[in-house]
């Protein structure tokens, strides 16, 4: 997918000490940029809690619920979802440290069922990946990920496809990851 | 909210042993509910995870980190959401145990937010209230719920409240509480 009108986003190549990204996470960007769209009333997203399984728990006090025994659940859905002009929204975002490509082992293949589910129920669904070395975000969409995908041609995403077939994420101060200024023009909502 | 054709939904008055809703929880019938919905290819709903605090994890081998202490977190959000007919679904599903109202300290005030917020923005957002004594589900849409819970008229929703502005969910085998038909007429899906 590339932009209807064959423009790409515009994106910062000089960053100052305050307003760099390293050393914050992409979850931590993505919650800072989904609080200021909710503060602004321009979307509602959230991350979804972290899936485990209680085992034991211990009531102390009566108000006060002590877990003192659980794991962490594979999860079988995407860690982002909510709504935009009227649009479900549904995402995962990864960060890769890798420079040269993003390995598909580093998604569930639950969260590639889902994303081709919701996407066929009318979703915008999309990957969120952070190429940590070029501080650089990517929106890549979920249909045009999932038919590379299922294609078998590799085992990874190398960063030239990704730029390629990637929309670039630009950083804001308030909004770190501002990718539904990216969804607007990709999506032409 | 009424039918648009002044139908009420159809309901079984007598159920025997098997098809009993008795002894079940409305999150299991929510849930067996959603995983039909999912095989059938007809939406994707899921509930989200309980929100917990992390703070002690333990790591006796690579793979299997254990949580050794956590605490539940009051919900930002509704527990469940996701997708139908290109529509974004949200809602919340309690069961009251009283014979004659649904007080409103039963959801916490950041739900109430949150339904309001993603109704604005285009959801079809909704409660789900079993009133477990008649063993009936309703199903409230949520600007109907909070017109009346802003309007401050009272601290509770009465059982004939329920009644009249709400929409009785059926019970069927495969889907214990399919409130995705009753979506289909009083939101004209």
Chains 1, 2 share one sequence.
Not at 71 to 93: V, W
Not at 109 to 130: C, K, S, T, W, Y
Request: glycine share 4%; net charge positive; proline share 4%.
């Amino acid at each position: 997918m590339k932009y209807p009108n064959g423009k790409k986003t515009e994106t910062k190549t000089v960053r100052n000490a305050s307003t760099s990204r390293r050393g914050m996470s992409l979850e931590a960007d993505i919650n800072t940029t989904n609080e200021d769209y909710l503060r602004m009333d321009v979307a509602v997203i959230h991350k979804k809690p972290t899936p485990i399984t209680i085992v034991k728990t211990d009531y102390p006090k009566r108000e006060l619920a002590k877990i003192t025994e659980a794991y962490f659940k594979i999860p079988s859905t995407t860690d982002y979802n909510g709504i935009y002009k009227g649009r479900y929204i549904d995402f995962e975002a990864k960060e890769c440290h890798s420079k040269t490509s993003f390995p598909f082992s580093s998604i569930h293949p639950h969260q590639i069922r889902h994303l081709d589910a919701v996407e066929r129920h009318g979703a915008i669904a999309f990957l969120i990946i952070r190429m940590s070395h070029y501080e650089k975000d990517y929106l890549i969409d979920a249909r045009t990920f999932i038919d590379y995908y299922d294609s078998r041609q590799r085992k990874s995403l190398s960063y030239e496809w990704i730029k390629e077939n990637g929309h670039e994420i630009a950083y804001k101060y308030q909004r770190p990851c501002d990718y539904l200024n990216v969804i607007d023009k990709v999506y032409g909502l």
